[in-house]
């Protein structure tokens, strides 16, 4: 094993992770990665994918890819750059197409050019001439329209079906029930607001209860890079994946229908968990990176 080789286990072991749970945040198949801990590179397809496998797997664990590269740079193999083919002439160059299209503009006779712009002022009198006369034609047709004269007879009869409308709806307004401010309230207060209790605590282990709640709605925020699962009792994978650096990365799963949710957190220090806009305090201290965190969603009737 190699020394980069031997950092990067060291790495990923404080980290409490196993090589399945890197493969799933990589995506770099379980060989490579053992070959990369081995110091072993002979399965690679060759030194560019040798590089981008260790920069992920660096990234994965927190740690700075650069700082990596310059300190064991002996270790890690240069990637080679594709020579670039050498057949340039056969292609023409701007300049030599630019030259030629010049030489045909100084052939076209100026004569063409000035018939061209009298076109172009013949066209825009045309269009501004007929515009103007339809705009003219407009005016002349409204000034000509006949007013229109309404009897007083239907006047009179519009006012009166208005007057009878309003009756109406002033009645109406008078037998509809309106409920009691104070019987608002006490149905309020009798309403119990949703609890999350921690239950159990153990190691990196913890349990909750959510109590009180109409959904189960979970969300989880990354406010540096952290690896995440969700799950739920009968161990169904609903996420799974890298929350990246930055704060604006989320991920919400509705688990209404569940009635346990297991969340697993690769870094808790950099990891807030919302059960349905509630954050949820950890039983255990943050500073413990990995944790194990059991919801049990207790229903309403139950």
Do not use: C
């Not at 980069?4 to 799933?24: F, T, W, Y």
């Not at 660096?58 to 890819?65: F, T």
């Not at 007013?147 to 006047?155: F, G, P, R, T, Y």
């Not at 282990?205 to 009792?233: C, D, H, M, P, R």
């Amino acid at each position: 094993m190699t020394e980069l080789g031997n950092r990067l286990k060291e790495a990923r072991l404080a980290k409490g992770l196993s090589l399945d749970d890197l493969q799933s945040m990589t995506k770099i198949q379980k060989r490579y990665l053992i070959g990369i801990e081995d110091g072993n590179y002979t399965s690679m397809p060759g030194n560019f994918y040798v590089r981008a496998f260790i920069k992920q797997y660096s990234e994965a664990l927190g740690l700075n890819p650069d700082e990596i590269f310059e300190t064991y740079k002996g270790e890690i193999p240069a990637s080679l750059n594709d020579d670039l083919p050498q057949q340039l002439s056969r292609v023409k160059t701007h300049k030599t197409i630019s030259e030629s299209n010049s030489k045909i503009f100084d052939i076209l006779p100026k004569v063409l050019i000035g018939i061209f712009v009298i076109g172009v002022a013949s066209l825009l009198y045309y269009f501004v001439y007929k515009h103007a006369g339809d705009n003219a034609n407009e005016s002349i047709n409204k000034e000509n329209e006949p007013v229109k004269i309404v009897k007083s007879e239907n006047l009179e009869k519009e006012k009166a079906d208005d007057k009878e409308t309003n009756k109406d709806n002033t009645e109406e307004s008078k037998d509809t029930p309106v409920k009691d401010e104070q019987q608002q309230t006490t149905e309020d207060e009798e309403t119990p607001k949703q609890e999350i209790t921690a239950v159990q605590s153990s190691g990196r282990n913890s349990t909750y209860e959510l109590k009180n709640a109409e959904k189960f709605v979970v969300k989880l925020v990354s406010k540096g890079q952290t690896w995440v699962s969700i799950k739920n009792g009968k161990g169904k994978s609903f996420f799974q994946g890298t929350l990246k650096t930055g704060g604006t990365e989320s991920q919400t799963e509705d688990l209404s229908a569940e009635s346990t949710a297991v969340i697993k957190v690769g870094n808790a220090a950099d990891t807030e968990i919302y059960i349905n806009d509630q954050k949820l305090e950890y039983a255990v201290p943050a500073t413990a990176n990995v944790q194990n965190i059991t919801i049990q969603y207790v229903l309403k009737n139950e």
